[in-house]
């Protein structure tokens, strides 16, 4: 209780506290997102009927379940290019 009434008794010490709390809340939510892992699936469609997919952050086990997925929609889509975003060739 005496910790409240010290944080509240003047509007900068509040603003000082709450500063704190923030920034400490905020460290610790950058480091549960550091353990997290970050999965993207994103597909481009292209005027000319090309496809670009990137696939990141995907554990061995589901690229099969994703490759097996975009061949399924190669059948209705046309087909699939992946760049090379390094050299900016097509493969």
Request: proline fraction near 3%; hydrophobic fraction near 45%; aromatic fraction near 8%.
């Amino acid at each position: 209780m005496e910790v409240m009434k010290f944080i509240f008794s003047g509007f900068w010490i509040w603003l000082g506290a709450l500063i704190l709390v923030c920034r400490t809340l905020n460290g610790v939510v950058e480091i549960v997102k550091a353990f997290r892992k970050q999965r993207s699936v994103k597909v481009t469609n292209f005027k000319d009927g090309m496809r670009l997919v990137e696939v990141t952050g995907l554990a061995p086990e589901e690229y099969e379940r994703v490759i097996n997925a975009a061949k399924e929609e190669a059948i209705m889509l046309p087909p699939i290019v992946i760049e090379n975003t390094k050299e900016g060739k097509k493969k």
